[in-house]
């Protein structure tokens, strides 16, 4: 077994690497959402949402390693809510534009984590099932 001091040195690392990939990418996103959102069509919606696609899906991911996988679905709702809620205040923030889209794509990625969660947790519990049956 591990000493504690390396797990909470791992726990530590990833974060870092979370947030690291997270501000490359949102840079990344920010530019080609510029670039793209004149067009108009199916791919500017993707696009200008794809920034908060992208934090949802890393949000959740940070959430994960810090609070652990006890009450998972509970503080991913929660940070999921944060972000619409967030977004919704930008109808009264000055300088700041509401957009329906970044509320979807925000819920489309956490109803898919909250899928993929459960779809691995059930083949977890199934696989020690076999393992235990003689």
Do not use: H
Not at 17 to 32: C, K, P, R, V
Not at 85 to 91: A, N, T
């Amino acid at each position: 077994m591990r000493p504690l001091y390396c797990n909470i040195m791992i726990k530590y690392l990833l974060i870092f690497l979370i947030l690291s990939i997270t501000y490359l990418l949102m840079g990344e996103a920010e530019s080609y959402r510029a670039a793209y959102q004149q067009n108009g069509g199916m791919f500017d919606i993707i696009v200008g949402s794809l920034p908060n696609a992208i934090s949802t899906l890393l949000g959740i991911l940070l959430v994960a390693i810090i609070w652990g996988n006890k009450k998972f679905v509970q503080n991913a709702s929660s940070y999921a809510l944060g972000l619409v809620i967030y977004e919704i205040l930008q109808l009264y923030l000055p300088e700041r534009t509401f957009d329906i889209w970044d509320i979807v794509a925000t819920l489309v990625v956490y109803f898919m984590v909250v899928v993929l969660y459960f779809a691995g947790s059930r083949i977890l519990k199934e696989r020690k099932l076999l393992e235990n049956s003689p």
